[in-house]
């Protein structure tokens, strides 16, 4: 059976919202798999108004790499994130969800 991204990561409190990480191929390389991938790819809500979300930009655009990106908002600021890591390796997206995740979880918000 195939490893899926969020097999490992438990969101606690947090309601995922949107889920499409069944896109994500773990054991392929991005470049492999553009044609199913899309911006929209994760978004979960947590109490105190926070929202963890991922996402995949410039795959439809010739001039730049496409990459992943995991941010962290609070309030619907998105122009603000408490946390912005992004990546252009999938095997690296577990642990930087996870990352993200025990942001959300340990710290405490102004």
Known sequence: MMRKLLDTLDFGPGIIVFDETHLIQMDELLEAQLGNLKEDLLQV???DNMILDLGCYGIYNNDQ???FMVVVIKAHDWSAPKFLVRTRKI???EAILQLALDYVLHNRYE
């Open 45 to 47: 809500t947590f109490p």
């Open 65 to 67: 790499s496409p990459e």
């Open 91 to 93: 095997n690296q997206l």
